[in-house]
């Protein structure tokens, strides 16, 4: 069944050659276990299918660097998995594969909820901004909610303001201390959890 999914996509890429798709990794809903659920599976996937194209334009752009079968992680879906937020989020950014993002927020597990940016869990939020600043990420973000209790353009605006603030909190944050603390973590003994907390209050001092 992968390989049959796999080879299908290859088929219809190499139909369009040159076009970069974006898959979305999704571990169960409406299915109860989908085939490439979680984001090691997106991994895999992108790299089997750019081993089955063959037109000449798609064999090209790979043989120059480009990844063309990359990934649109999903906050809710990676923590509907178990995933780690911002460890997830580094294996496409480490491979390149990374082409979009959804920001949502989600309770480990459960149903795809949706919520607002930033509701659960916003210390993950601010793990994953973190992540993609140390790598560079300059695309775009794409809010993926679904207000139940609220007007749509008031959730819009919560998100987009969740995210805003979150990032003025890991954009405060100094990268060179973080890394002397991680690896010489003998000699900051509690210090890197002080820090953050630090970061968050309204009043560091």
Not at 82 to 103: N, V
Request: proline fraction near 8%.
């Amino acid at each position: 069944m992968r390989d049959r999914f796999a080879a299908g996509l290859a088929e219809a890429m190499d139909a369009v050659p040159g076009v970069r798709i974006a898959f979305e990794p999704k571990p169960y809903e409406p299915r109860g276990r989908i085939l490439f659920g979680t984001t090691p599976e997106g991994i895999l996937l992108g790299e089997q299918v750019e081993s089955m194209l063959r037109a000449p334009e798609n064999r090209r752009l790979l043989d120059d660097g480009h990844t063309l079968c990359c990934m649109n992680p999903e906050v809710g879906h990676v923590l509907m998995g178990f995933e780690d937020l911002a460890y997830a989020f580094s294996w496409p950014l480490s491979r390149a594969r990374l082409a979009h993002s959804h920001w949502n927020s989600q309770p480990l597990g459960n149903y795809d909820q949706d919520l607002n940016v930033g509701v659960v869990s916003p210390e993950q939020l601010e793990a994953l901004l973190y992540t993609l600043k140390m790598y560079g990420y300059r695309g775009h973000f794409g809010i993926d909610v679904n207000p139940e209790r609220m007007p749509v353009e008031t959730a819009l605006k919560n998100s987009m303001n969740a995210i805003r603030s979150a990032n003025d909190r890991i954009n405060n944050i100094d990268p060179a201390a973080i890394a002397d603390m991680h690896a010489r973590p003998a000699d900051h003994r509690g210090q890197l959890e002080a820090y953050l907390i630090q970061q968050r209050a309204p009043r560091p001092q």
